[in-house]
């Protein structure tokens, strides 16, 4: 589970029973804008990328009130931006359409604008790949000169071949091959079928471990590592729109916890054609393939883990016979997190560098070639957070670090004993893409005090520009106070008042709550506090607290869930809140109020089920509610296999507490969600329903996990102001 898109959090929550709109007078013209900018964020550079010489920036961008994404190029030496192409260009101002296939890829990459949603650049930074409409095109950057590629339908994961003279993609459950001096195509794997496609990865895959590709070409183009996925004995679950039932359901192969997985293999292929040679390892020990790595410094390596994920192994794999030689295992009594853009090898049998979380966080590790540490170059008291660039020419490292977890900045090190030294000053949270040479990169941070921005740097940090933004901005800064309460380790909190805030009155309180791993609330982002601002000033102090299990705070602290998911994070957000409570006479915490979304959607159901005395009023946004319903590689992570952690499962059900609600509970759901299934708000309304309890639930039609609709989005939270208002008034 991964946060969903912001800000369309809640959008269509209609008015409830006995509550109007005019009720509570609300100017709503600040939700209209705010709806149809997406938060302000639409305008503003995203997806940048440097060509690999370092003197061009490609980006994308949408206008501020159309969420369809155009490219363009930034000349580094020059400073001049210009639009390379439009999606209006290519399809000639007709409807952009895409088939279910991209959609569910879209949905599970968080990608809701049209047009360009993403480029490749070829190896010499010549030639840009776009997909558009279920089409592929190549531009030529020197005189942006266009050619439709003449493939067949339903093309997926398009990218170039490593010599830049083809390019791949796959259709029909095969990869195919693109020669673009010959333009044309044919199979490079053959016998994919539905049942066992070939080149995609799997839901799993790319819905927890983030991988959304399902094949990787050799540095020199000569062959293919490719996917085989078998849905064989898992569960098929269909998402029907009950608005069109003339509409046939779209099936799904859906693993729940404690049944079955999809199996997956890999072969190898020549790209010439002929036989596939599979990668043989231990599979019934390691059924879930993470990573795959194959780089022109170092071997083709893959990351393995166990069904219950306390153990991985990078395996270093013959790519003539396909066996595999273990590089490094690694274990955890609770879980191991799978680690992102590693191995990144050196040249010259220099070994690589790795990332791990073994004892008290992450931290960066030089590894020789055979696996074995050398050193360890970013510890996990400089709360690393992750590998950015490796430079083997100056043998420098570039990494995101921070020892203040609302914040992320970039620092550099040398791979010999150096010192870090960081890179960004201003608060907030830093991301870096470097070019090929590593001679320049763009800084994408969102602020503490901006909205997000994207700066081009030499590798030294200095300034050369910045791409430009054609965004709308906000018409306030919010009063945004980040903080930590408590005794002992305590809570990181954000506490957001109104811009005319009486410091001689009493304010109900609203808890905004994710609280799941992975995911922080309390960042040293502007943009992220703009709808609680505007939710504050309609009489409200709004916080949220990062509780055990969110990242950024070292091993214990992130794993203090395992297997308490019904317990820990509430406790924490309860005592966050009573510490917050007592620091600020204002809050009234007699009127406290709860919303989340996903994982926040649980646990503010879980709030007024368990705390009822605490949270007077919830809004529950596709929450899960019985574990056993959600997807395995997530849940078993952190309650473990159901034969062997009933317990665990039944703690956190929201099931167990359903005859315990009294206090107001609105659920709302998009009815296509296929990552929370709408099966989980009616098992609970079911639940609740039999227990003579009250409740008041809102469907919303057609709508999926993320919903970006503006309209639903812009009438959402003015009702869900007066729902608070209403459920919180004075007594």
């Not at 604008?113 to 030529?140: A, C, M, N, P, W």
């Not at 049944?259 to 020990?285: F, Q």
């Not at 030089?366 to 950015?388: N, S």
């Not at 989980?680 to 039609?701: S, V, Y």
Request: neutral net charge; contains cysteine.
């Amino acid at each position: 589970m991964r946060r969903t898109l912001l800000p369309a959090l809640f959008c269509g929550l209609l008015s409830a029973p006995g509550v109007s709109a005019k009720d509570v007078p609300l100017d709503t013209t600040y939700l209209k804008d705010h709806a149809e900018t997406r938060g302000f964020m639409l305008g503003r550079p995203a997806r940048a990328r440097p060509t690999p010489d370092g003197k061009a920036i490609l980006f994308l961008r949408a206008q501020p009130r159309v969420a369809r994404l155009r490219l363009y190029e930034f000349d580094v030496t020059t400073g001049t931006t210009r639009e390379l192409l439009t999606p209006e260009e290519l399809l000639h101002s007709a409807e952009e359409h895409l088939t279910p296939e991209e959609k569910a890829r879209r949905e599970r990459q968080r990608v809701s604008v049209g047009g360009f949603t993403d480029f490749q650049l070829s190896e010499d930074g010549t030639h840009i790949l776009l997909s558009l409409s279920g089409k592929l095109y190549l531009v030529r950057r020197a005189d942006r000169k266009v050619t439709e590629l003449s493939t067949g339908p339903g093309v997926l994961d398009p990218k170039f071949v490593p010599d830049g003279r083809a390019v791949s993609y796959v259709r029909d459950h095969d990869v195919y091959l693109y020669d673009l001096a010959k333009g044309a195509e044919r199979r490079v794997t053959t016998g994919g079928s539905e049942r066992r496609p070939h080149g995609l990865a799997e839901f799993i895959a790319q819905e927890e471990m983030h991988r959304f590709s399902g094949y990787w070409w050799s540095p020199d183009a000569t062959s293919l590592v490719y996917q085989e996925s078998d849905a064989a004995g898992v569960e098929v679950w269909h998402v029907c729109d009950p608005m069109h039932p003339e509409q046939a359901p779209q099936p799904m192969a859906y693993p729940r916890p404690g049944k079955a997985n999809v199996a997956v293999r890999l072969g190898l292929v020549p790209a010439a054609g002929g036989g596939t040679v599979w990668i043989d390892w231990d599979s019934k020990k390691y059924p879930y393939l993470a990573r795959v790595h194959w780089s022109k410094s170092g071997p083709l390596t893959i990351l393995v883990q166990t069904r219950e994920q306390d153990e991985i192994a990078l395996l270093c794999v013959d790519p003539k016979t396909g066996k595999t030689t273990a590089l490094l295992t690694e274990r955890d009594a609770a879980w191991v997190d799978l680690p992102d853009d590693v191995p990144r090898w050196l040249p010259n049998a220099g070994g690589f560098l790795w990332t791990t979380a073994r004892r008290a966080g992450p931290q960066l590790d030089l590894r020789d070639p055979a696996g074995g540490l050398l050193r360890v170059l970013v510890p996990a008291e400089a709360g690393f957070q992750g590998l950015v660039d490796l430079d083997p020419r100056a043998r420098q490292v570039v990494f995101r670090a921070s020892t203040d977890p609302t914040q992320s900045h970039l620092w550099r090190v040398a791979l010999q004993d150096g010192k870090p030294e960081r890179l960004t000053k201003e608060p907030g949270l830093h991301a870096a893409t470097f070019s090929g040479d590593h001679a320049v990169y763009v800084d994408t941070a969102a602020l503490a005090d901006a909205m997000p921005r994207a700066t081009v740097r030499r590798a030294d940090g200095s300034l050369i520009g910045e791409l430009p933004s054609v965004a709308e901005e906000p018409p306030f800064q919010p009063n945004a106070e980040l903080l930590k309460v408590g005794e002992g380790e305590g809570y990181y909190a954000a506490v957001v008042r109104p811009l005319r805030f009486n410091a001689d009155k009493k304010y109900p309180v609203i808890v905004h709550v994710y609280g799941g791993p992975t995911h922080q609330m309390v960042t040293a982002s502007m943009a992220t506090r703009l709808i609680d601002q505007w939710l504050a000033d309609q009489g409200f102090v709004v916080v949220s607290v990062d509780n055990r299990g969110t990242p950024g705070r070292g091993r214990a602290w992130e794993k203090a869930v395992y297997e308490k998911f019904g317990s820990v994070p509430l406790a924490d957000q309860v005592a966050g809140l009573r510490a917050l409570g007592a620091k600020f006479p204002e809050m009234d915490l007699g009127r406290v109020g709860i919303y989340g979304w996903s994982f926040g959607g649980y646990l503010a159901a879980l709030a007024v089920l368990r705390e009822p005395d605490v949270f007077k009023a919830a809004v529950a946004g596709a929450p899960v509610v019985d574990w056993l319903d959600y997807d395995t590689h997530y849940t078993e992570r952190y309650l473990g296999l159901p034969d062997k952690h009933a317990e665990a499962y039944r703690e956190a059900s929201l099931l167990t507490y359903a005859k315990e609600l009294r206090r107001p509970l609105l659920l709302i759901h998009g009815t296509a969600d296929d990552n929370v299934y709408f099966r989980h708000t009616l098992k609970l309304t079911n639940a609740l329903f039999r227990e003579g309890c009250d409740f008041e639930l809102l469907p919303l039609p057609g709508l999926t996990h993320m919903v970006p609709d503006p309209v639903v989005m812009q009438r959402l939270y003015g009702k869900f102001a007066v729902y608070f208002k209403k459920h919180l008034r004075q007594q």
